[in-house]
């Protein structure tokens, strides 16, 4: 069974950086779309940034110039790295990896950023 195991997280003060991991058990990594997804207490999952099996990528528009994903497919290792961090992107943020095949979450890492 593929599991994704996310690292990283914690108390950051605003304007900090944090970089968070998400490890694949297995090479899902370089066939699938992975996703960093976050969810705030009260509020829906959302998508923060994602990028597929040829590099493209996408990011929500308040993160954008702010994170940025990349992925390492021999370390099957997606990564988020978030600069500039904002009260606002307070939340559990989780890594997913889709493809016509599949669809798994990881079990979040918190991020939190005091003001």
């Known amino acids: 069974q593929v599991q994704l195991v996310e690292s990283g997280g914690g108390l950051v003060q605003a304007g900090g950086f944090l970089r968070l991991s998400c490890a694949a058990s297995n090479a899902i990594v370089s066939s699938s779309s992975m996703g960093w997804y976050r969810q705030a207490p009260g509020n829906q999952r959302e998508l923060v940034a994602h990028?597929?099996?040829?590099?493209?990528?996408f990011y929500t528009d308040s993160v954008k110039g702010r994170f940025t994903i990349t992925r390492d497919n021999v370390k099957r290792t997606v990564y988020l790295q978030m600069d500039s961090l904002k009260p606002e992107d307070t939340a559990v943020y989780y890594c997913n990896a889709n493809s016509s095949a599949w669809n798994v979450w990881g079990q979040g890492t918190q991020v939190t950023v005091s003001s």
């Open positions: 990028i597929t099996s040829d590099s493209s990528t």
